[in-house]
Each structure stands twice: as C-alpha cells, then as structure tokens.
C-alpha cells in the first residue's frame, strides 16, 4: 500500500493511494494545483472554507494557501488521487507562448471544482496511463505535455481562469493579526508565514514585535498552549488528540512546553 505521493513526474506530477483515513494537517499550497479525483474523497479546509470532491472529480487551487487536507478511502473503494502542480516557471512559458496577459492580481475564490466536460473526462483517462507506468521512457516528456493540456483545458473549461492561473503578483500585505489568529495552528516555519502575508521576513518580524509586543515563536508557543488548555479544560480533550492540530511536532515537545507554561503536564491538568 503507497501511502504518500509517488512521483510520476519529479516534482510535477504525483500519484497517492491508500486504504486507511489519512490527515495531512499541514499543507502549504505554494503552488497553484490541480487534483484529479480517481476514487474516495479528498478535502480541503483552509482558514476561510472547506471544499470537497468525489469519483471524477477536478478541484483547482490557488496557490499561497495554508490548509489540512484529509484523504478518505470510502466503501468499496481505496483513495486514489493525481495531483499536477501548475509551477509558475511553467505558467510563465504558457504566458509568453500565448501572449497572455498578466498584469493584475486575482481575487476571486481560491478553490475552484471544476465543471466537468467530455474534454476533461479524457484528460483524465489519458493521464492514468503514465501514473500507472511512471517507469516508462516516455513518461516524462509527454507528461509535460499534459500538464500543458490540463492548462488549455482549464482555460477552455472556466472563462476567466487566466487570473488565477497567470497571477504573478507578490502577495499584498495582508491583516496581520486577523491572519494569525486564523492560522496560528499551522506547523509552518516562520519564513512561509511571512511570505502568505506578503512581507520580507524582516518586514514580519518587525510588525509582528510592533502589534504583538513579542516575537513570532514565542507568540506562536503562548497562543497554542493557550488554546490547548482551552480544548483540554472546556472540551476535554485528550493531549494526544490535539498536539499535531496545534502545531507541536510531538507529544513529548507539547507536554514539556505545557508543564513548563502551566506547572502540570497536560494529562495533569484539572479546570
């Protein structure tokens, strides 16, 4: 049983399938790409939505996004998924290839399903060729050309898809603390953190020290604790079932952090 991407094609196309549940509480979306749905259901939360899809179906996401993802395996079928990344080097070619223009910066929704089509249909049968013989010779090269398939597919499927795609804009700067609040939860280093609310990283510490009077890591830590102690005292919440969905990297990091912020470990702890 695979249970993480296979590579069709390096870095560009991968493959995913497993029988058990699996939850990928960290996702940083840094570009923009497209899943083809083989067979369970995959979703998607971000700070803002939660989108879904089932058997055939094509989400396209914007990138600069965190998320948890959550592949399902559902009755009488394992989770099967092709995911393409839409690189923006790639992106950039078709541009100037097609004289697309690509001033301005996108605003519309940031995950889309994409309609289905006769076209989109055999695309997605004619990809599953190369994720079933990624060993082959061909593959690579006439991936490629897919990938540029999918591209005029999207653009042909979803008028107006342009933006999306071809936005090659910095991201402006952004509510710092509306975002940070929102998504402090992400096991993210501070770098992306920086870059998702369009800053340097000189730039994020700086106004982040101006708004939050403390650094990042040491904000992030308190407001984590903060709201595992919330969870533990008024939900009842086990340690074990909410350290990875706040962020720490291991239970043993989450209860010395806790003892230490606290007095008493986690599993100590009485409201």
Do not use: C
């Amino acid at each position: 049983m695979v249970t993480h991407p296979t590579e069709i094609i390096p870095g560009i196309i991968f493959f995913s399938y497993l029988s058990r549940m699996r939850k990928d509480k960290v996702a940083f979306l840094e570009d923009n790409i497209l899943v083809l749905q083989v067979s369970g259901r995959f979703s998607l939360q971000t700070a803002s939505e939660r989108v879904a899809m089932g058997r055939g179906e094509m989400l396209l996401i914007q990138k600069n996004q965190l998320g948890e993802i959550t592949k399902t395996p559902l009755e009488g079928e394992d989770y099967q998924t092709v995911v393409i990344r839409l690189k923006e080097a790639f992106l950039r070619t078709i541009a100037l290839e097609e004289q697309i223009e690509t001033s301005g910066k996108y605003n519309g929704p940031p995950n889309i399903l994409v309609p289905g089509n006769d076209f989109l249909q055999a695309f997605f049968q004619s990809v599953m060729p190369y994720v079933r013989h990624p060993e082959e010779k061909i593959t690579q090269s006439m991936g490629m050309l897919k990938v540029k398939e999918a591209v005029h597919l999207l653009l042909y499927t979803l008028p107006g898809i342009e933006a999306l795609l071809f936005d090659f804009s910095e991201p402006y700067k952004m509510d710092l603390e509306q975002f940070m609040v929102s998504n402090f939860h992400y096991n993210v280093p501070i770098e992306k953190f920086a870059q998702l609310t369009g800053r340097s990283l000189a730039g994020f510490k700086r106004d982040f020290q101006k708004l939050f009077g403390m650094s990042p890591r040491h904000w992030l830590q308190e407001r984590r604790l903060a709201e595992a102690r919330r969870l533990i005292e008024t939900k009842n919440k086990k340690p074990s079932a909410i350290y990875l969905d706040l962020g720490f990297e291991s239970l043993s990091h989450f209860s010395h952090s806790f003892k230490k912020k606290f007095g008493r470990a986690p599993s100590e702890w009485v409201g």
